[in-house]
Structure formats: C-alpha cells, structure tokens
C-alpha cells in the first residue's frame, strides 16, 4: 500500500457521564487507559489512545461527561468537552440505549446542532435491551439530529465495535502517522498510574467523596531488580473524607493500594511496590495551580 493511501485523524468520543466512553476505549485499545467507575464525572482530562491499523491510525479522545459544571474542576471539564469538538475529524455521540432519553443527551443534541464535523450515534449497551426497544430509541434520537451513521454497539462485551471502527475509517482523510504504531496513548505512564489509582479509591469509598479525589505520584523509579517503586498521594477537601478514605485501621487505604498495584503491573509489566498516602488539601478543585499539578494540561484551560 502506498504511503498516500494510509489515513488518520481524532476522533472524540462525547456523551453523559456513565454511558459507556470510557469502557469503549479501553475495549478498542485492548487495555486499560482510561478509568472506568460507577460515579459519574470519572473522566477529568482528555485522554487521547491511539488504535493503529495497517490502513489507518484513529486517535481517541476521552470527553468528560457532559454535566452542569459546579466548581472550577467542572468548568475545566466542560472547556475540554467543547474544545474537542472542534479538533476532530469524526464525533461520536455515545448513549445508553437501556435508558430513556434525558435532558442531558438533549443539552448534547443542542451543542451539536450547529456542527459540520460528521456525528456518528453510537447507541451502546444494547445487550441490555430488547431489539423492539432498539429500533424506538433509535427512531428517537433520529427525530432529533441528522446524524452521519448510527451503529449500535455494546462496549463491555464488544459487540459490533469492527462495524463502528469500519464506519470511522470511512470518515477519515488521507494522512500520516501521528504516533508510532505501538503506541496506545500519548499520556505520561505517571499519569494513567495516577488514574488507576483513582479508579480505585472511586470505586471503593462512598458516595459523598467521589469528587474530591484527586491523585498525584510522588515517585516513581525502577531499582536494581526491576521493582518499580511508586509513591503516590490521594488528596481530598476534608478530614472526614480522609478518614473513609483510610479506614479503619488502614484497611480501605489498603484495599485501594492493593486493586491498584495489579493495575500498574499490568500497564507497566514490572513488578510495583506501591506506597498510598492521603493528604487533605481544602477546596482543591477550585485551585487552578493545584489542579495542573495534577497532570491536567495548561492549554486545556
């Protein structure tokens, strides 16, 4: 194949939060990138994986889900959201195909009203419906936006996600390789190991505290043998949600460490020693400083 025949582009992947975009990604690329939970707004920072074929590369871009913004963290996610629309080649607008139609995929609809990149619907979960109950959601959504392509897919078990990668490199120009073709992410391994911590400590610990988590590696080394070290620190905004995140007697901190070191293993391939601490830093999400030193991108603001 000629080098002119090879095609590229970003593709952003938008839609409410817990629909299934996170999963999608990490299913595509095969591993985990991005962190999956049961609380909405897990997604914080666009989180680019790149999928690279013989014939093309897509590169993926993780939104946040789009909600009414609380904080500056929120406003900071939402900023990301509508900045994606506007970098790539091809949208996809995943939904929950078991739920009916809300005023959050109606806020999404109006953003993209006036958008001329190509919006693919993505109706996901469909292992969960009745395929009577597929063809109504899908008539729904097409009452409410001319879109591109509408594939049905579920992302957790990977049901017709071929079709869906077929219909984007349908949609891309011709172009180069943006990244070489082993690579899955253009994020820092400090970064996504922050993000599997996270996951972890979402997963694990109430309701009351998911927002307020926030993760930062300290260090990370590899000594003579290979073992790589690894420091990290949770922050959250106030003393009783260190102390959930602790527990009693270490044991919820514990748990979180131990979850999160098989993930790193993974994505490293090397043995971690993983040393957790949790620190309390007040109203953290309103601080703009605080919250780059996290890993969240300058230009993203």
């Given at each position: 194949m000629s080098e002119q025949e090879f095609k590229s582009g970003f593709v952003s992947i938008i839609g409410r939060p817990n629909v299934g975009k996170s999963t999608f990604m990490n299913k595509v690329l095969g591993q985990k990138i991005a962190i999956m939970s049961d609380k909405p707004q897990t997604t914080r920072n666009k989180i680019q994986g790149v999928y690279t074929t013989d014939d093309s590369q897509m590169i993926f871009i993780d939104t946040p889900g789009?909600?009414?913004p609380k904080h500056q963290l929120g406003e900071h996610m939402m900023k990301v959201a509508r900045n994606t629309l506007?970098?790539?080649?091809?949208?996809l607008f995943l939904v929950n195909v078991s739920e009916e139609i809300g005023r959050g995929d109606e806020f999404i609809i109006d953003m993209l009203q006036n958008t001329k990149t190509p919006i693919v619907l993505v109706m996901n979960k469909i292992d969960l419906v009745h395929p009577d109950k597929l063809i109504q959601q899908i008539e729904?959504?097409?009452?409410k936006l001319d879109f591109s392509d509408i594939v049905p897919i579920s992302a957790l078990q990977g049901n017709n996600i071929d079709k869906l990668l077929e219909v984007i490199e349908g949609y891309l120009p011709e172009g180069p390789m943006y990244y070489p073709a082993d690579r899955v992410t253009d994020h820092p391994e400090h970064f996504i190991v922050s993000e599997l911590i996270r996951e972890k400590a979402l997963h694990l610990t109430s309701q009351e505290i998911p927002h307020a988590i926030g993760v930062e590696i300290d260090?990370?080394?590899a000594d003579e043998r290979g073992t790589i070290h690894v420091s990290a620190t949770i922050y959250v905004e106030r003393n009783?949600?260190?102390g959930m995140v602790i527990g009693k007697n270490g044991k919820m901190l514990k748990e979180i460490?131990?979850?999160?070191?098989?993930?790193?293993?993974?994505l490293l391939g090397s043995k971690v020693f993983l040393?957790?601490?949790v620190k309390v830093q007040k109203d953290w999400r309103n601080k703009t400083q605080f919250i780059r030193s996290l890993g969240y991108k300058d230009e993203e603001y």
């Open positions: 789009i909600h009414k506007r970098e790539t080649e091809v949208i729904v959504y097409k009452d260090k990370m080394k009783s949600q260190k460490g131990k979850l999160a070191r098989v993930d790193i293993e993974n040393e957790v601490w």
